[in-house]
T-cell receptor, first 113, second 113 residues
Framework: GENVEQHPSTLSVQEGDSAVIKCTYS??????FPWYKQELGKRPQLIID?????GEKKDQRIAVTLNKTAKHFSLHITETQPEDSAVYFC????????????FGGGTRLMVKP | GAVVSQHPSWVICKSGTSVKIECRSL??????MFWYRQFPKQSLMLMAT?????????EQGVEKDKFLINHASLTLSTLTVTSAHPEDSSFYIC?????????FGSGTQLSVL
């Protein structure tokens, strides 16, 4: 089955700096890669996703890049703010949709004011 | 985005009792829903896939007789933790797909005394 590895497990940045979280996956058939943000005790919220037919997607301060050859994808947050502090999960799915996701281990992002 | 409602948000029960958790898709029909378990500071682990009108599909290592899943309609799936024990204490989250994306319920924090 699919295996998703996520790094780093914790990340501390100064407000205004950029944050990058990286994930690798094992199943070359995976073609949908969402990112979720989870605040303590709350539900994961989809913040951005990318499908295998594109290499990059951007939404305001958030961007995701995908390298299918290397089987890795990354989340980039620019101009970080304290409210970006949360746990971020990457995930992968092979059916081009959000079903049957395999999650990475999560990254706890702390943005210091 | 689509709305997935989960109840209760938290429950405390005595060891040996059973607890039922409901997951509802409020503005779309979901033939498939997913149940996850999340321990503190860890990732979401898929427990089972709930299929409307048929038996759930359980992940390896998940006891189907302990975690009963019923998906009787296109908008409701229930997870019953039977004969709960302290080691079952965890955060349980459901999810369902809408417009090809996956949306999560608000989660249920179960504490078994």
């Amino acid at each position: 089955g699919e295996n998703v590895e996520q790094h780093p497990s914790t990340l501390s940045v100064q407000e205004g700096d950029s944050a990058v979280i990286k994930c690798t996956y094992s199943d070359s058939a995976s073609n949908y890669f969402p990112w979720y943000k989870q605040e303590l005790g709350k539900r994961p919220q989809l913040i951005i996703d990318i499908r295998s037919n594109v290499g990059e997607k951007k939404d305001q301060r958030i961007a995701v890049t995908l390298n299918k050859t290397a089987k890795h994808f990354s989340l980039h947050i620019t101009e970080t703010q304290p409210e970006d502090s949360a746990v971020y999960f990457c995930a992968a799915s092979r059916n081009n949709a959000g079903n049957m996701l395999t999650f990475g281990g999560g990254t706890r992002l702390m943005v210091k004011p | 985005g689509a709305v997935v409602s989960q109840h209760p948000s938290w429950v405390i029960c005595k060891s040996g009792t059973s607890v039922k958790i409901e997951c509802r898709s409020l503005d779309f029909q979901a033939t498939t829903m997913f149940w996850y378990r999340q321990f503190p500071k860890q990732s979401l682990m898929l427990m089972a896939t709930s299929n409307e009108g048929s038996k759930a599909t359980y992940e390896q290592g998940v006891e189907k007789d302990k975690f009963l899943i019923n998906h009787a309609s296109l908008t409701l799936s229930t997870l019953t933790v039977t004969s709960a024990h302290p080691e079952d204490s965890s955060f349980y989250i459901c999810s369902a797909g809408g417009n090809e994306k996956l949306f999560f319920g608000s989660g249920t924090q179960l504490s078994v005394l």
